[in-house]
């Protein structure tokens, strides 16, 4: 049987199959039971800046109103910085998922500005996480920061969480890079260990009935993979950081697929969401007995065979590629 063990940021996983950041933080025994059947870590759903800094905006409001009112109140509240504030709810689901799992539990954190709410990356460290998920979400609506801009932006919120903690830091990506190789080559210089793609970007859908923007999750689909293998694929043997696939996967020949493309983790959302914990039990299976048939013994062989360094045919990853295949195209 392949053996599926494999590394991510340096730790050691007895399988890539890892349950992605989303509300499955909330639910332990499902969490447990994705691990009995197979899950090789979890990451936890995302801290954001936006609630970190209502936080802080709400502590500090309330330590103005008390030393404005009572000359002694300084004595009684820690300096502001030193105050735990919020986030105790995240930090107290982190004690709890790593007292009773027995994988990596991978915090995450989402934020857009490089500064002083690293100190919840501290937090996270200190309450046990084996690594940090650092969540790039971010919407480019400035007319005034263009493309070098927001990345080297990006850049500096990473490497202040770096900074600020010794677990490794991982960045999880939009797909929307105008040349994510550079991009991921400095996160590297930042100091990331691993590089996960991509994030699914949630637009609002409109009702013309009530001409009202609409705001729906809606679970992917196994379309959503091939962007994910092409980046992939793209960067094996060009980055030193780690890869996880993140979107798309619903079968074990996806995982499959990713792993072949280079990544050295797979992360599944909308299938454990749909299924539950049998499909990390089903996509287990799946993607073992796929490798084995291949013919590979571990996962490592099978990492980045079809990759744009490896593949046989690696020009099918190219440009060229496309417009081949558009001019060559006729209707069934
Ligand atoms: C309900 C829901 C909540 C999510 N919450 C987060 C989150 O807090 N942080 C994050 O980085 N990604 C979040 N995601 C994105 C997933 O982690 C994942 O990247 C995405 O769903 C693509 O993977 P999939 O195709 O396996 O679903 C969420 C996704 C869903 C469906």
Request: net charge negative.
């Amino acid at each position: 049987m392949t053996d599926l063990t494999t590394r991510w940021l340096g730790l050691e996983l007895a399988s890539p199959l890892v349950i992605g950041a989303c509300p499955l933080t909330d639910d332990l025994p499902v969490l447990q039971a994705c691990v009995e059947v197979g899950a090789g870590a979890v990451v936890m759903r995302s801290l954001f800046e936006e609630q970190i800094v209502a936080e802080q905006m709400a502590a500090h409001k309330f330590i103005d109103s008390r030393i404005s009112t009572d000359a002694e109140a300084r004595s009684f509240f820690p300096e502001s910085e030193r105050f735990s504030i919020g986030s105790n709810t995240y930090l107290r689901r982190l004690d709890t998922l790593k007292k009773h799992l027995t994988v990596p539990v991978i915090a995450s954190l989402n934020g857009i500005t490089p500064g002083g709410w690293t100190g919840y990356a501290t937090e996270l460290e200190q309450a046990g996480a084996d690594a940090i998920e650092l969540n790039l979400y971010d919407l480019a609506n400035d007319t005034n920061e263009d493309a070098a801009a927001l990345e080297a932006r990006q850049l500096a919120v990473v490497a202040s969480v770096v900074e600020a903690v010794t677990i490794p830091v991982s960045v999880k990506l939009s797909p929307f890079y105008s040349a994510l190789p550079a991009f991921v080559a400095g996160l590297d210089k930042v100091g990331a260990r691993g590089v996960v793609m991509f994030n699914r970007f949630y637009q609002p859908d409109m009702d013309l009935e009530t001409l009202t923007l609409t705001r729906d999750v809606v679970l992917s689909s196994c379309q959503e993979l091939p962007v994910r293998l092409h980046a992939l694929g793209l960067l094996f043997g060009r980055t030193k950081l780690d890869m996880a696939a993140s979107g798309g996967v619903h079968q074990g020949d996806d995982a499959a697929k990713a792993i072949l493309s280079g990544a050295h983790a797979v992360q599944l959302v909308s299938a454990v969401l749909m299924e539950g914990p049998a499909a990390v039990a089903r996509i287990h299976k799946q993607l073992t007995q796929r490798l084995q048939d291949m013919g590979y013994d571990t996962l490592a062989q099978a990492r980045g065979a079809l990759s744009m360094t490896n593949a046989p045919n690696a020009h099918a990853w190219e440009r060229l590629n496309y417009a081949r295949l558009l001019q060559g195209w006729q209707p069934k």
